[in-house]
């Protein structure tokens, strides 16, 4: 009797060991891989594969959000070109009561942490504008002296088309987007 309650025993202890390691090789496969040089956010942006390479850089702030309350704003943003009508791309998160936004998957309500994204044409013309938290998300994986991670949405147009301009789609589509750069 006390050799089958020690081979069943063993058995038991190999059972949770072989699921315990499906269980870690699962999670490994799944891990976000950030395959992109650091300075660089790449994003399909209505289909077009659009890459933001000039002052791409992670910024952090306290700032006033309204008259009684401060928000912690950890802000990636980058331009594609060096002209002054050149294409930016700002992924903002807010943390407010203010803490420190840590690796996750934004909007976190839970947390109060919340996900923008300004995407911006041409800066005379019009912006499109995402601030609205349910739009758009965003998921850190790595926050120190680099911040990596992946974003995708749908940016609402803030302005109208300028003068002698098409009119503009109502949203444009943030797909497969990727950021991985340094804190500045």
Known sequence: MK?????????????????????????????????????????????????????AVADTITEQFD???KIYRLEVSGRNNTL????????????????????????????????YIDYIRDTWIYRINGYEP???????????????????GKLIIGLGPGINEPPQPLFHVVENGMFNVKVN
Request: aromatic content about 10%.
């Open 3 to 55: 050799n089958i309650n020690i081979g069943l025993f063993i058995v038991l202890l190999l059972t949770i060991f072989i699921i315990g390691c499906r269980k870690h090789h699962h999670n490994s496969e799944s891990k976000i891989n950030i395959n992109i040089p650091v300075g660089t956010i790449v994003a399909k942006i209505d289909g077009i594969e659009t890459t933001f390479n000039i002052d």
């Open 67 to 69: 008259f009684y309350r």
């Open 84 to 115: 002054v009508n050149s294409k930016k791309i700002i992924i903002k998160f807010w943390a407010m009561p203010v803490r420190v936004i840590d690796n996750g998957t934004y909007p976190d309500l839970n947390k109060q942490i919340y996900n």
């Open 134 to 152: 349910y739009l758009s998300k965003a998921t850190i994986v790595k926050n120190d002296s680099l911040v990596q991670g992946i974003f995708s």
